[in-house]
C-alpha cells in the first residue's frame, strides 16, 4: 500500500473516530464537524507522524526521478545525449542546399 494512500486512510479513519465521539454529545452537526476536523487534524499531527514523512519521502523521490528524467530529455531534444549522428534524421535544408 502507497504511503499516501496509508496516511489518507489514517486522517479520515482519526476524523470519524473524533467525529463518533462528539456523536454522543448534544450539539450543533456543523459544530461536531469543525471540532472533529480541528482535533482529528492536532491528532494526525502527532499519531501519524511516521507514515506523514514517509508519504514526504515518497513524494521527494518520485519528484527528483521526474527531475532527472525531465532533464535526460531535454538533453536529448537539444542532441547533446551522444555524439553518434541519428541515421533517420534528415540533412539540414538551407539556402545553399540544392534539391
Not at 68 to 87: C, H, I, V, Y
Amino acid at each position: 500500500m502507497s504511503a499516501a494512500l496509508k496516511y489518507t486512510l489514517g486522517r479520515i479513519g482519526l476524523f470519524v473516530a473524533v467525529l463518533a465521539g462528539l456523536w454522543l454529545i448534544d450539539m450543533n452537526v456543523f459544530l461536531k464537524l469543525m471540532l472533529a476536523l480541528a482535533f482529528s487534524a492536532a491528532l494526525s499531527f502527532f499519531l501519524l507522524r511516521g507514515w506523514r514523512d514517509e508519504m514526504a519521502e515518497e513524494i521527494g523521490t518520485a519528484a527528483e526521478r521526474r527531475r532527472t528524467e525531465k532533464e535526460r530529455l531535454r538533453t536529448a531534444l537539444a542532441g547533446e545525449d551522444d555524439d553518434t549522428p541519428n541515421p533517420d534524421a534528415r540533412p539540414a535544408e538551407g539556402p545553399d542546399t540544392k534539391r
